[in-house]
């Protein structure tokens, strides 16, 4: 194609309907290196020709064009705003077409942390762990999100940091981690050369206080003499959550596994309640040998049941399970203070080892804990479930110890818990 008035000192030479008119195959000029392109095809587009200088021989080196969009999306005016920021470049020395391709080969933050959590989503156990991950590098990383990866620093990780790291130990140690992991994944690729500015050793360490000065994240628990007090204050009450909070206290289950549970899991025959892989933490099959107590909860539960709801413990939204806040609220309205749900699986496991005779492992079997190294576990193919209901009853006798229609007085709360 022949480049068309090249040399030509003029600007502005074209005209929004010129361009719309014109239908000669070649490049068109409008001055100061814009031309319109129009291919044999019938495609126009706009493009930047200049020649690029070699050091040291000026006016040397070969004609570099360099493309700007269709027509369809870029107008006259627009083209013309890109070859002024065009020529702003080669006035500083800096080839265009070199620096599109540096803009566009190092992502932003955001884009390299999208990346990560694509190519990573494989491994995660559980979709809860992918939600950590998005809430840590969007959330909480939000202000890291929009600068470029290569050019992540210190003083911008400290940024981040520094609001949660003593309100929120845990949260922001995931966020630190995580954080490390997308910088780690951008050095691998090329995109970043030099130290981590997230990493903890020797970094990190020196900057911010050390976890152990803060809240640790250790989930506040009741004491387990506690316990029967609460549960005869939950049986006074006739809301889900209540039910749903007994049922978890009595399983020793985490919050989620009891929230989200369905009646596909529940043998009410066999008294077993299996939870499914994915919705464990450790990525593993769960069955829980259910004491008389869960199945009573169960039995009413179902008794309740109205319309096709396949939770167990419905939340007031058609077919979605408990609030995540349900039980946070009822603790409120309890004047419960400074415990945790999860707290109460502490409980059970402090009973367990003070006040029980059953084997420290079963207790670790029902809080669905890994017990033993990775060859004991190879050999170790059953999960002592019937030991476990053993284990599970007297622990619901325990419980249940606060119901008024037993002739032991429930034990006070203790201070501390209330």
Not at 37 to 59: C, N, Q
Not at 144 to 173: F, M, N, Y
Not at 177 to 201: C, D, F, H, M, S
Not at 226 to 252: H, Q
């Amino acid at each position: 194609m022949k480049i068309r008035s090249f040399s030509c000192r003029a600007i502005n030479k074209l005209s929004a309907r010129r361009v719309a008119t014109l239908n000669t195959p070649g490049r068109h000029s409008d001055g100061n290196n814009l031309y319109l392109v129009i291919d044999p095809s019938g495609a126009r587009r706009w493009a930047f020709i200049y020649r690029a200088k070699r050091s040291g021989v000026p006016g040397a080196g070969k004609l570099r064009e360099m493309g700007l969009g269709s027509i369809k999306g870029v107008d006259l005016k627009r083209a013309r705003e890109l070859a002024v920021e065009a020529h702003a470049l080669l006035a500083a020395g800096v080839d265009p077409i070199s620096a599109r391709q540096s803009r566009r080969a190092i992502p932003t933050f955001g884009e390299a942390a999208d990346s990560w959590m694509a190519d990573k989503a494989g491994e995660l156990r559980s979709p809860k762990s992918l939600e950590r991950w998005k809430r840590a590098l969007t959330v909480h990383a939000a202000a890291l999100r929009d600068i470029r990866v290569d050019g992540v620093t210190t003083e911008d990780v400290l940024a981040v940091l520094k609001p949660i790291w003593s309100v929120k130990a845990e949260t922001a140690k995931m966020a630190r981690g995580y954080i490390e992991q997308v910088l780690n994944a951008a050095k691998a690729q090329g995109w970043r050369t030099g130290e981590n500015p997230a990493r903890w050793a020797g970094h990190m360490d020196q900057l911010l206080p050390k976890v152990s000065r803060l809240q640790r994240g250790h989930h506040k628990a009741m004491a387990f003499e506690a316990i029967p007090g609460l549960i005869s204050n939950l049986r006074e009450r006739d809301a889900t959550a209540a039910r749903a909070l007994e049922f978890l206290i009595l399983t020793a289950g985490r919050s989620g596994e009891v929230r989200e549970a369905v009646w596909s899991e529940i043998d009410l025959a066999a008294e077993t309640w299996t939870i499914p892989a994915e919705r464990m933490k450790a990525g593993r099959i769960h069955r829980v040998p259910l004491s008389n107590a869960a199945v009573a909860i169960l039995e009413a539960m179902l008794a309740q049941k109205n319309g096709d709801y396949s939770f167990i413990f419905p939340g007031q939204k058609a077919n979605r399970p408990l609030s995540n806040m349900a039980f946070k609220k009822l603790m409120e309205r309890l004047d419960i203070e400074d415990v945790t749900t999860h707290g109460f699986r502490s409980a059970f496991r402090d009973w367990a080892g003070d006040r029980s005779e059953h084997a420290p492992e079963l207790a670790e079997h029902a809080l669905a804990h890994s017990v033993g190294n990775q060859v004991a576990q190879a050999y170790r193919r059953r999960d002592a479930l019937e030991r476990r209901r053993a284990m599970m009853e007297d622990w619901a006798k325990h419980c249940g110890r606060g119901h008024a229609s037993n002739d032991q007085p429930p034990e006070a709360l203790e201070p501390s818990a209330m």
